[in-house]
């Protein structure tokens, strides 16, 4: 009798895609039972230097745009090729910015196994067809497959340091959520499950918005009182409208890495806190920002600010988030950065 062991694909191959690809690299060679070893990352093809990306990584084991300095292990094949890359995969690794989520599904439907189960570590939401949707749920109904998420305190960076450090994965399905955790988890890289899919995509894509404002705080000089309230506000309007949105949030969500360590993790140390303060210093505006001081990597809490507002505009419920409803004015309609706080 033949066992079959899932083969793994990486969808997305940026500053976070390319550590859990160092994790995941090493977890499938800890457990040969389960997983086969070698391991497909799609990357969005690109010149670094002349030279395409895809080769440099395979050649020299590193993504030096996204991931510089850290090797990935020799089982990571790295595929320009989106419907290669995910042949004969059974567990799908969503891990790109969610601006580019639309695109990969309607390359990827019906080109995948039957079979296949996915998990989101992506940290944003679905508006395209007028309601708030969950790019977990968006997945899972493109491809009919069971979607986990995976949410934390996660700054990419020091993980690939392999500094300590935890994540939530919210499931549905218990079995796929114990084999993405013996998956994605390592000793420096504890995972905790809940079974709360809302509530833990929610925390990661709303902290991006509040670390906005956090940043913005941090570029106004403001104190540390003021930068804890607006974390403290920003953590109840993400509450408030996972609620609206979603029966069976759960409390204890919030209390996860998911949520109060995320958003403490990404007021302090994210790319999104850095612009914000970037823009409360300079004034540029956050697209010009994100071009220069980036190097390819993507905001999320922008273009989140932006869904999140739409959503609530259509619902009247605009003046229930002062925080949210703030940060979507500093960043798209000019609105000066010292207004933000008279607003809460
Ligand atoms: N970087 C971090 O510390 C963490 C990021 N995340 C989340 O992971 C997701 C992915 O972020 P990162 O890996 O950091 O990416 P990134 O922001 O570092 O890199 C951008 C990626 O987008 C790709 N790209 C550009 N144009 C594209 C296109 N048209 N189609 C497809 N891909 C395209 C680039 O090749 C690159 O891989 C985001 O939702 C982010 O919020 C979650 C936890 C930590
Ligand atoms: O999600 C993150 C850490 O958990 C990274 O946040 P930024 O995208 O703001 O860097």
Redesign the pocket.
């Known amino acids: 009798m033949s066992i079959v062991r899932e083969k793994v694909t990486i969808i997305g191959s940026g500053?976070?895609g390319s550590v859990i690809a160092k994790i995941i690299g090493n977890n499938v060679r800890k457990y040969p039972a389960v997983f086969q070893e070698s391991v497909n990352m799609y990357v969005f093809e690109e010149l670094v230097q002349g030279k395409k990306l895809t080769e440099i990584i395979n050649e020299t084991q590193e993504n030096v745009k996204y991931l510089p300095n850290v090797k990935l292990p020799s089982n990571i094949y790295a595929e320009p090729d989106l419907l290669k890359s995910v042949k004969d995969s059974s567990l799908l690794i969503f891990v790109l910015p969610h601006q580019f989520i639309d695109g990969t599904l309607k390359t990827l439907k019906g080109n995948i196994k039957s079979d296949a189960k996915a998990i989101s570590l992506i940290?944003g939401v679905d508006v395209r067809k007028g309601g708030l949707d969950l790019i977990s749920h968006v997945i899972s109904r493109e491809l009919e497959v069971d979607t986990s998420v995976l949410?934390?305190?996660?700054?990419?960076s020091e993980i690939a340091k392999e500094e300590f450090s935890e994540s939530t994965l919210g499931y549905k399905n218990k079995d796929n959520a114990e084999l993405f955790k013996l998956l994605l988890e390592t000793p420096y890289f504890k995972i905790s499950t809940i079974n709360d899919i809302a509530g833990v995509e929610l925390c990661?894509a709303l902290?991006?918005v509040v670390?906005i404002a956090a940043g913005i705080c941090d570029g106004l000089n403001a104190g540390q009182n003021t930068k804890a309230a607006v974390i403290r506000i920003g953590l109840m309007e993400m509450k408030k409208f996972a609620r609206l949105f979603y029966d069976g949030v759960r409390d204890e969500t919030f209390f996860e890495s998911c949520g109060i360590a995320?958003l403490i993790?990404?007021c302090q140390?994210?790319?999104?806190?850095?612009i914000a303060e970037a823009h409360a210093f300079t004034g540029k505006s956050f697209a010009e920002l994100e071009e220069t001081m980036l190097n390819g990597?993507?905001?999320?809490?922008t273009l989140t600010a932006m869904e999140v507002h739409q959503i609530l505009e259509k619902k009247d419920l605009v003046d229930q988030f002062p925080l949210f409803n703030s940060v979507y004015e500093v960043v798209f309609k000019d609105v000066k950065c010292s207004q933000l706080l008279h607003k809460l």
């Open positions: 500053n976070w940290k949410m934390g305190a996660n700054i990419a990661g902290k991006n670390a995320d993790a990404t140390g994210g790319r999104n806190r850095k990597q993507k905001l999320q809490g």
